[in-house]
Structures are given as C-alpha cells and as structure tokens.
T-cell receptor, first 115, second 108 residues
C-alpha cells in the first residue's frame, strides 16, 4: 500500500512552547489529510480534515487556534500545537487519501509529551 | 448520531479458538464499513472493508443492515492475531468514524 510518513515520531517539549508535526504522503498525492488524537488503548478521535489549498475543517470541541493545520501541498500537511500544555500530551496520527473513493493510509503517529 | 460501538474493550481467547469481535453502528445513511488493525508499535492498517467481501488473514466480516452490525470473525485464532482492532465507517463527507477499539489477546 501507499506510505504516509510522520515526523517526528516522538517529541518532548516544554509547557508553553509550540510543536510542529509533519505528515507526508511519499508515493501518492493526498488531496485530503486527516489528523487524529489517540489516547492509550482508546479510539482515534478525529480532530480536523484538511484539503490541499484550503482551510482545515475542525471537529466540534477542537480549538483551531491551538491546533494549527496547514496543507500547502498535495504531499504535506502539518499540525502545530501552539502553547502546548501537559494535557496536550497524546499520540497524534495523520492519515491521507488520494480521493474520496480511495483508501486512507495512516502515518506511524507522533508521541507528544509536554513537560 | 453517527457512532460506532465496540462493546468489548478486551477479548482474550486461546490459540485455535474462534473469535468474534463485535461492532454496531449508528448512521442514517448507507455506510461503508471497515475493520482496521493496529499491531503492537505499528501503524493502523486496513484489514478489510465490507464492499470487498473478502477474507484477509482468515478474518471475515458481514454487514447486517437489519442489526446494524459488522462483526469480525475468525474460526481459529492465532497468536499473531493479537492486536487492537477498530471498526469504522466512512460517512458521506468521507470521514472515518472509529469505534473505541477491542484489544484481542490470543494466548498460547
């Protein structure tokens, strides 16, 4: 299957700083990318959907000013956690798909720890 | 409401025993249903989808619209099947809605 790569896989940051997570589709053009948050052994909670070249659509309860999403190209989307706090510590996963009818592929996830 | 329910958080069976991971959905439209698997320290990957009606790694799942269920079954579990399993559906907007996940533990 297609490959989606996230970077970094693990990051530790200080409270109050911002962290950027990258999600790349390596061998296909991703018109849509999704960002999820996953708690240990729990479900994936969809945070936002981004389509290339347009503003991300956030799910209810997700602060768009805190979780900035940019999808500037067909192979790259970024999630920036601004002014991170310990409660933002989580596993963040992106997924990407080429079109509505195609399979969505998942990145390996980024473990964010805010200290 | 759009929802996927996986009632079992943990399912523990012995090797060779049959397995059924339950999944029920709530969606007013006609859903496209999936099972995803996440092995330890690996990324989420698609196991099977209902429109394909295929069997992957011995697993099958049948969509029952009357019961709004899409249970995952395997007649003889293997130790390598131990993983987290997520049932999901894709809504009309193309978003994947996931269930809470079931951890399958297959003991030797």
């Amino acid at each position: 299957g297609a490959v989606v790569s996230q970077h970094p896989s693990r990051v530790i940051c200080k409270s109050g700083t911002s962290v950027k997570i990258e999600c790349r589709s390596l061998d296909f053009q991703a018109t849509t990318m999704f960002w999820y948050r996953q708690f240990p052994k729990q479900s994936l909670m969809l945070m936002a959907t981004s389509n290339e070249g347009s503003k991300a659509t956030y799910e209810q309860g997700v602060e768009k000013d805190k979780f900035l999403i940019n999808h500037a190209s067909l192979t790259l989307s970024t999630l920036t956690v601004t002014s991170a706090h310990p409660e933002d510590s989580s596993f963040y996963i992106c997924s990407a798909r080429g079109s509505l009818d195609t399979e969505a592929f998942f990145g390996q996830g980024t473990r964010l720890t805010v200290v | 409401a759009q929802r996927v329910t996986q009632p079992e958080k943990l399912l523990s069976v012995f090797k060779g025993a049959p397995v059924e991971l339950k999944c029920n959905y709530s969606y007013s439209g006609s859903p496209e249903l999936f099972w995803y698997v996440q092995y330890s320290r690996q990324r989420l990957q698609l196991l099977l989808r209902h429109i394909s009606r295929e069997s992957i790694k011995g697993f099958t799942a049948d969509l029952n619209k009357g019961e709004t269920s899409f249970h995952l079954k395997k007649p003889f579990a293997q130790e390598e099947d131990s993983a987290m399993y997520y049932c999901a559906f894709k809504n009309q907007g193309g978003k994947l809605i996931f269930g809470q996940g079931t951890e399958l533990s297959v003991k030797p």
